[in-house]
């Protein structure tokens, strides 16, 4: 998951009072309503940077997460991410009340993945729908726009049973469109080839992918997106923060589990990395993190990050990233760095 905040970051404080002599704040409507990126074939249209919920709940309380949602509305987004086992369904519960207090349910895209929810583990039949009909109490709503299925939480469940289960979801409109979460090119393959018996199809595609992790998406799974036309939305687009630039110090990170795994990428290859996105973040005038947003979208596949935040100011350097236009010499920069 991606966050700014340090390995043992506390809740979000709050924002200090706007100076006499600063920006005026922008009326009416947002600017980035009007950026919007056709999400695959679900017939569904995105701001190209999805917020996700992974924090809510756990390290973001509710207040915290509320300001969150409604920063990133501001600035013209419209799709969410959570799951049923992101703080055991507090996440959920969260973004559910978001939808009540705001009433901005139909203006938003809803992502949800399950599969991993202990109350109803996997894939089977039984279980996908009582996940769903829960995270959809949770929600406080009457359909899920993309649900995600996780594929890495069950390997026994016949993908064809799966499938049919999903097919019923769908025609009972409690599902818009189906996206797949850890699964294999050949599973995707084998999708398709159902697809064809009447079967919903994978629309969507969620990968762990950034700059510096791109093995498990490139090759023969972003072959087969590419060519089934599947939109990409990946998740861990900031390396669990360690893009954001605010992780340097090895001996800060601690012994948690977020420390740990910002810890992985404090090496010769993450330190070029991070040279190469300060170089040009200083050249552009934004944030390293708007840099490391920007490159996923130069990728072809992509249609939107999914990234998470731990407090409202850091939306307003995510959001940056969409406007981002890098140059070849950018590129190959960056490619040099992570090589």
């Known amino acids: 998951m991606d966050v700014f905040g340090s390995a043992t970051q506390a809740p979000a404080s709050v924002a200090p009072e706007r100076h006499p002599s600063g920006p005026l704040p922008v009326q009416g ?14 017939g569904l249209r995105v701001f ?49 009340q978001w939808f009540r207090s705001r009433g901005t349910r139909d203006d938003t895209v809803l992502a949800v ?9 996997g894939l089977g039949s ?18 899920i726009d993309v649900l995600y299925l996780d594929g890495t939480a069950d390997r026994a469940t016949v993908l ?23 699964y294999t090119a ?15 199809r994978f629309t969507v595609l969620d990968v762990p992918y950034n700059v510096l992790r791109r093995s498990e998406f490139d090759g023969d799974l972003r072959l087969v997106a590419g060519a089934q036309g599947i939109a990409v939305t990946p998740s861990q687009a900031l390396e669990h923060g360690y893009l954001s630039g605010a992780h340097r110090d090895r001996d800060r990170m601690g012994s948690s589990v977020r420390g740990r795994q910002l810890a992985a990428s404090m090496n010769r290859r993450g330190a070029r990395t991070l040279r190469a996105l300060d ?21 072809r596949v992509v249609s939107a990050p ?34």
């Open 48 to 96: 190209p940077l999805v917020l996700g919920a992974a924090e809510f709940g756990w390290h973001v309380d509710l207040r915290a997460a509320h300001a969150i949602l409604d920063a990133y509305r501001e600035r013209g987004g419209n799709a969410v991410h959570t799951s049923d086992s992101f703080a055991a369904g507090r996440s959920e519960h969260v973004v559910g």
């Open 279 to 299: 170089h040009i973040a200083e050249e552009l005038v934004v944030p390293p993190a708007a840099i490391a947003i920007a490159w996923l979208l130069a990728q």
């Open 186 to 200: 050949a599973q995707l393959v084998e999708a398709r080839i159902l697809s064809s018996a009447g079967y919903p």
């Open 126 to 143: 039984v279980n996908l729908v009582r996940a769903v009909e829960a995270s959809l109490t949770r929600l406080a709503t009457d359909r």
């Open 29 to 42: 409507v947002p600017v980035g309503q009007a950026v919007r990126k056709a999400l695959g074939e679900t």
């Open 160 to 182: 064809e049973d799966t499938l049919a289960t999903a097919e019923w979801l769908v025609e009972s409109g409690k599902v818009r469109a189906l996206g797949a979460s850890g």
């Open 113 to 121: 993945r399950v599969g991993r929810n202990p109350d109803n583990p």
């Open 306 to 339: 999914i990234v998470n935040a731990y407090a409202a100011q850091h939306v307003d350097e995510l959001v940056q990233g969409v406007g981002v236009q890098l140059s070849r010499a950018h590129l190959a920069e960056i490619a040099r760095a992570t090589d």
